[in-house]
């Protein structure tokens, strides 16, 4: 089984793949840790990268979708797409190479939630510099304000990432370009799966493997 993973940052990915993948045993394949790895690894493809990137240039299309399609066949056709496809192009040429090779999608999982939603949550967030623990000013209140629980001097952080501008533009590059994927999917035929992202994290999790699960059985 083959399944992509989409959703604006904030969605949720990270916890609901990590349920995913256990659930029904695929190998989480991340873009952006799969080109660390490569370019760590010294592989031709991760040579590649780097000339881009050090050069200050996006990686090339083509290289990323060469470096999806290999982890795909390594991991036998049974994982989980995080972070990629994240544009139509992208999307279109990973198709090609599957059908090649007789694969193809199996289902989109999309994790919808308003944007107002996505900037509560993201510029709510505070970190510990010291042992990583994340809280939220509202959600996930720490003991003593301001500071860690388990390292009670250290003063808690907002990430770069996470302030409300930095938030608003990841926001617009998301519906700029990763959206569009969807509605992609959705005139290909593919099976998007529409998950309601707003709400506890246990009950997205129940929709999920409950359309999957629906999904598995239809064959």
């Known amino acids: 089984m083959i399944l992509v993973l989409l959703g604006p940052p904030g969605a949720g990915k990270g916890t609901q793949c990590k349920r995913i993948i256990e659930k029904y045993e695929l190998v989480h394949l991340s873009s952006g840790d799969l080109l660390r790895s490569q370019r760590a690894a010294g592989t031709e493809l991760g040579k590649k990268a780097q000339e881009y990137m050090d050069s200050g240039q996006l990686v090339p299309d083509r290289v990323i979708i060469d470096m999806m399609a290999g982890a795909i066949a390594s991991a036998g056709g049974n994982c989980v797409l995080d972070g990629f496809p994240r544009t139509v192009v992208q999307a279109q040429e990973l198709d090609k190479e599957l059908t090649g090779k007789g694969q193809k999608i199996d289902a989109v999982v999309n994790l919808v939630v308003d944007d107002a939603v996505v900037e509560g949550r993201m510029t709510g967030r505070r970190s510990c510099p010291a042992c990583g623990a994340v809280y939220h000013i509202d959600t996930l209140k720490p003991k003593a304000e301001g500071f860690c629980d388990k390292c009670?001097?250290?003063?808690?952080?907002?990430?770069?990432?996470?302030?409300?501008?930095?938030?608003?533009?990841?926001?617009?590059?998301?519906?700029?370009?990763?959206?569009?994927?969807?509605?992609y999917y959705s005139k290909s035929g593919q099976k998007?799966?529409?998950?309601?992202?707003?709400?506890?994290?246990?009950d997205i999790t129940a929709e999920i493997f409950a359309k999957l699960d629906s999904l598995a059985a239809a064959g």
């Open 192 to 202: 998007v799966l529409d998950i309601n992202a707003d709400g506890p994290i246990d």
């Open 152 to 183: 009670p001097k250290q003063e808690l952080v907002q990430r770069p990432d996470d302030k409300p501008e930095v938030v608003k533009q990841r926001l617009v590059t998301y519906h700029q370009q990763t959206s569009a994927v969807v509605g």
